[in-house]
């Protein structure tokens, strides 16, 4: 089993529709669970971060974190084009000491 | 400014050969890594240093090895280059050890012919 699994996707959207991503998680002492946005071609940039149970909402974006299932999600609300990019999962692992990335799962926003 | 910065952005070498890339951060944070992202884009941590000491060495091959100076800088030196070892690698850093946001220089792409 992978550490952390996402959905390689592609994730085909049209505009304005809302995106979900999801992530199942192995290690049970991830506390902290980070979900990145990657262009293709750039760096991983931070997006969302969310630690308890339930949802966070930032803006357009909504994590959804459940421990017990060992499931993370992230939902985009009215999806633009430009969130056309890879979503990287990670959680906070080895005891706090490093994120472990998952594979990605890639979004297209169709017009 | 740029908050971490990697250099070379490109690298092509020839197998056999050794080469450093550099990482510089100017975020005042107490660790940094080196991540490696693959042809399948999967990104996967290869060490990590807090406060110059070195905290995760994952199964990374003897020929990497990483050098931090000081706490702003974290080099890799790669010996003996092999085809494997094309990819793009990332360095970051967070504001302290553990469960923190970890901020992404722009990726040198390495190349071995």
């Known amino acids: 089993q992978k550490e952390v699994e996402q959905n390689s996707g592609p994730l085909s ?9 999801n992530c199942t998680y192995s290690d049970r002492g991830s506390q902290s669970f980070f979900w990145y946005r990657q262009y293709s071609g750039k760096s991983p940039e931070l997006i969302m971060f969310i630690y308890s149970n339930g949802d ?4 357009r974006f909504t994590a959804q974190l459940n421990k017990a299932s060992q499931y993370v999600s992230l939902l985009i609300r009215d999806s633009q084009p430009s969130d056309s990019a890879t979503y990287l999962c990670a959680p906070e692992g080895g005891g706090g000491n490093k994120l472990t990335f998952g594979t990605g799962t890639q979004l297209k926003v169709e017009l | 400014d740029t908050a971490v910065s990697q250099t070379p952005k490109y690298l092509v070498t020839q197998m056999g050969n050794d080469k450093s890339i550099k990482c510089e951060q100017n975020l ?4 940094m890594y080196w991540y490696k992202q693959d042809s399948k884009k999967f990104l996967k941590i290869m060490f990590s240093y807090n406060n110059k000491e070195l905290i995760i060495n994952e199964t990374v091959p003897n020929r990497f090895s990483p050098k931090s100076p000081d706490k702003a800088h974290l080099n890799l030196h790669i010996n003996s280059l092999e085809l494997g070892d094309s990819a793009v690698y990332f360095c970051a850093s967070s504001q302290e050890w553990g469960g923190t946001e970890a901020f992404f220089g722009q990726g040198t792409r390495l190349t071995v012919v």
């Open chain 1, 13 to 21: 959207v049209p505009e304005g529709a809302i995106a979900s991503l």
């Open chain 1, 56 to 59: 966070k909402e930032d803006g």
């Open chain 2, 28 to 31: 005042g944070h107490d660790t």
